[in-house]
């Protein structure tokens, strides 16, 4: 069982940046794709970034490219999402992901662990 714990949340105006941290419990983490997701309200889940084992492929969805981040630090188990330019659209509970790599890096059906997510809330 992996616990994912999301922190880094909070209201920003747009233009502004957030940094998201998730803290996994799995052992290795290092065996574990991770990824972010992120769901607005009446909206479904939607794939944000990912990142494979040890870093060398990640993922970003169209929406988020060139202003989104995705890093992981194996040694502390930690995945990182830096969020910059953000705007109204973004706004919605973030969640990290963790799953064995052996899916679809960009679907939910590719991980099997999520966190309790956080709220990331983007002022116009």
């Known amino acids: 069982q992996v616990q994912l714990v999301e922190s880094g949340g909070g209201l920003v105006q747009a233009g502004g940046s957030l940094r998201l941290s998730c803290a996994a419990s799995a052992r290795p983490f290092s065996r574990y794709y991770m990824g972010w997701f992120r769901q607005a309200p009446g909206k479904e889940r939607e794939f944000v970034a990912g990142v494979s084992w040890t870093g060398g492929n990640i993922y970003y969805a169209d929406s988020v490219k060139g202003r989104f981040t995705i890093s992981r630090d194996n040694a502390s188990k930690t995945v990182a999402l830096q969020m910059n330019g953000l705007k109204a659209e973004d706004t919605a509970d973030y969640y990290c992901?963790?799953?064995?790599?052996?899916?679809?890096?960009?679907?939910?059906?590719?991980?099997?662990?999520w966190g309790q997510g956080t709220r990331v809330t983007v002022s116009s």
């Open positions: 992901a963790a799953g064995r790599g052996f899916g679809n890096p960009v679907a939910q059906s590719g991980y099997d662990y």
